[in-house]
Nanobody
Framework: QVHLVESGGGLVQAGDSLTLSCVAS????????LAWFRQAPGKQREFVAG????????AYANSVDGRFTISRDLAKNTLYLQMNDLKPEDTAVYSCATTLSPVWVKQTAYDNWGQGTQVTVSS
């Protein structure tokens, strides 16, 4: 079972940039797909960005497309989320997750989750 630990969150102002990292350890696999999700207070968890196991495809929520970039470093077992032009509505706990399922953009497909890192964007 893979263990995921997120880091890089913090308090920033609108328009700032931030990079999140997710380090995997334990029973890692080169075949899993990965994604970032976020959950704001009082709201349901939502998909932010995803990337396939071989990094040939990415997907983004409409609300972050053009501002966020997802990437992975297989050698370091690390997933990244580069966030630019942050907005107050980006405030949430960001979590990474993995799945071996080919249905990689569906939240229900993910069965390995990190505990999240808080991102707060002030106006």
């Amino acid at each position: 079972q893979v263990h995921l630990v997120e880091s890089g969150g913090g308090l920033v102002q609108a328009g700032d940039s931030l990079t999140l990292s997710c380090v995997a350890s334990g029973r890692t696999s080169t075949n899993y797909n990965l994604a970032w999700f976020r959950q704001a207070p009082g709201k349901q968890r939502e998909f932010v960005a995803g990337i396939t196991w071989n990094s040939d495809r990415t997907a983004y929520a409409n609300s972050v497309d053009g501002r966020f970039t997802i990437s992975r470093d297989l050698a370091k077992n690390t997933l990244y989320l580069q966030m630019n032009d942050l907005k107050p509505e980006d405030t949430a706990v960001y979590s990474c997750a993995t799945t071996l399922s080919p249905v990689w953009v569906k939240q229900t497909a993910y069965d390995n989750w990190g505990q999240g890192t808080q991102v707060t964007v002030s106006s």
